[in-house]
């Protein structure tokens, strides 16, 4: 029988690629980069062979969608960001079986979700980010579900969420389960962001105060309480993705009854505006 | 020289006046109460003579604007909550003397800064109902401070620096109370009553007692920093300008002093409320 091993909050900025070349930004992102080998490594010495990941660059506008292609494989330059990341390689088996099962119970769920086998349905960076550094450590297979999700709420991502555990759990596979997104995310605004050191800074003082917070309580493990306010946070504080990653993964470890304390494995760091952090959530 | 001997941040909830008028209500305030009680006793201990009180419910729109009446004596109820607060008698001496000093010190300072001692000019709760227990019997001056709804913080700190001034050159012992709630949303009236006693929304709340907390570490500069998106984000009350003159009074991101919290924070009709004393 499968199982979620282990569970985390991940960051995905473009400078941790950045970093590892010359220029400016070179070792500035290594805490966060420990972070995605900490967090691949636990999950290996857990047994982990696959990585999900609710990845809050994939947009979607209607309806909830997986990829879970039988294998990922070409170069990636962001639409975003070309400047940032360019002809990134990148190679990864996939699980459409897993994404599939997903699919079927969110669905049964009353959720409308598509799982896609298309040669030409890429990744987003914020699945090829954390995998670019995890697979470091292992051969992970990844599903990647869209959760950048335009006109949804966070109870059907809940769902989305109960429906990753069960597939899992009527599976063989062995699950890293990543949300990846950012706490606050108000991009700094194109005008003031050199004048701001951008790249290193936060645009909101009130936005990072909010993190730290939360952050507090994730390592208390007061998710119950953090929960009922996770709506606002995510309107307040310009949640990445509206945080449907973060809904998603609530989901799927068992909401407001959830009460594991965190470990936070890479220190909360703001970048380009927005706060980041790698966050490690226990599966109990 | 005058100086400023006390400042707080005080709640001035009606449910206050239930809590000590209506036996229904009885007691459900009185650490609000009790924490004015001690502002009572300082008071008296550091012989203040005048309070000066940033109003949150004396709401302007243009300006800067001060009562600068002789004297403040009727009888008051609340055109906002009527059902709350009624047939409370006030019989307070003004300062019109420091309330001149103040716009003489705004004035110099390019500011558009006005007085008003006509006989007609009422006075609101945020000033009456945290006098009627903090001066009872102390007999110092009230000198209400309208809060401008529509000011920026920035224009607030400048104001509030001004006020500071002119306590300097005055004879004044004076207390400077910023008379408003942390977050101020208030409870959906359709669920008015069961809120009496509880902070709308998880989100304010925790902001709140974040923002408590960064007050108790003395991280004045980063509360500061965030105060706009707070007032903005958590619904301060009248834009929280109350707090921002404060801080421009007490010296703002160079304020080195300690807060007391002399009654916990607690919900109210869905806003965040405490009684805070900042030492001076």
């Known amino acids: ?284 | 020289m005058g100086k400023i001997v006390q400042a707080a941040k005080i709640t001035h909830v009606p449910s206050i006046w239930m809590s000590h008028t209506m036996p229904k209500y009885k007691g459900i305030r009185q650490p609000a109460i009790d924490g004015y009680a001690r502002l009572r006793q300082d008071a008296i201990d550091r012989k203040v003579d005048t309070f000066v009180i940033f109003d949150t419910h004396w709401i302007t729109n243009q300006g800067f604007h001060l009562n600068t009446k002789e004297h403040h004596k009727g009888r008051f109820i609340s055109h906002e909550l009527p059902h709350m607060l009624a047939d409370m008698e006030f019989d307070y001496r003004g300062d019109h003397e420091l309330g001149e000093a103040i716009l003489d010190v705004l004035r110099e300072r390019g500011e558009r800064a006005l007085g008003h001692s006509h006989p007609d000019m009422g006075m609101e709760y945020g000033t009456l109902l945290p006098m009627y227990f903090i001066n009872d019997g102390v007999n110092a001056r009230v000198l209400p401070v309208a809060v401008n709804q529509f000011s920026s913080i920035a224009e607030n700190r400048v104001w509030g620096e001004a006020i500071a001034e002119a306590v300097k050159r005055s004879d004044r012992n004076v207390s400077i109370l910023a008379s408003g709630s942390l977050s101020h949303d208030f409870t959906p009236n359709e669920r008015s009553v069961d809120g009496l006693n509880s902070v709308n929304g998880e989100f304010n709340r925790q902001m709140d007692m974040r923002v408590l907390d960064l007050w108790e570490q003395g991280r004045f500069e980063e509360f500061l920093e965030l105060l706009p998106d707070y007032a903005k984000k958590c619904a301060g009350e009248c834009a929280m300008n109350d707090t921002a003159l404060l801080f421009g009074a007490l010296g703002w991101g160079s304020y080195k002093g300690k807060i007391d919290i002399y009654t916990p924070y607690f919900g109210s009709s869905g806003t965040g409320q405490a009684n805070i004393s900042f030492s001076v």
Not at chain 1, 73 to 102: C, H, M, R, V, W
Not at chain 1, 216 to 239: I, P, R, S, V
């Open chain 1, 1 to 284: 029988m499968g199982e979620i091993v282990l569970a985390a909050k991940m960051t995905h900025v473009p400078t941790m690629l950045m970093s590892e070349q010359e220029g400016p930004v070179k070792g500035a992102r290594q805490t966060a980069i420990d972070g995605h080998r900490e967090i691949a490594r636990r999950a290996k010495e857990l047994g982990a062979d696959t990585v999900v990941i609710c990845d809050t660059h994939w947009v979607v506008n209607a309806g909830f969608h997986i990829n879970a292609n039988k294998h990922f494989e070409g170069l990636f330059t962001s639409n975003e960001f070309p400047q940032f990341i360019k002809d990134l390689p990148y190679a990864y088996d996939g699980d459409p079986a897993l994404g599939g099962a997903i699919a079927d119970i969110a669905t049964q769920k009353g959720v409308h979700t598509l799982s896609h086998q298309v040669d030409s349905l890429e990744l987003e960076y914020g699945t090829l980010v954390p995998m670019r550094f995890m697979s470091r450590e292992a051969d992970f297979k990844v599903v990647s579900i869209a959760a950048w999700c335009t006109v949804h709420n966070h109870d059907e991502s809940r769902l989305v969420g109960e429906a990753i555990r069960e597939a899992v759990e009527a599976s063989d596979s062995k699950v890293l389960l990543v949300a990846s997104g950012s706490l606050s995310h108000k991009i700094w605004p194109n005008k003031d962001y050199a004048a701001n050191n951008g790249t290193f800074t936060i645009s909101s003082e009130f936005n990072r105060q909010v993190d730290l917070h939360v952050l507090d309580m994730w390592q208390a493990g007061d998710h119950a309480t953090f929960l009922k306010m996770l709506g606002e946070y995510a309107n307040f504080c310009c949640g990445e993705g509206s945080m449907h990653d973060t809904a998603m993964l609530y989901g799927a470890l068992g909401w407001d009854s959830y009460d594991a304390k965190c470990e936070v494995v890479t220190e909360y760091f703001p970048s380009s505006g927005t706060g980041q952090t790698n966050v490690i959530f226990p599966v109990t």
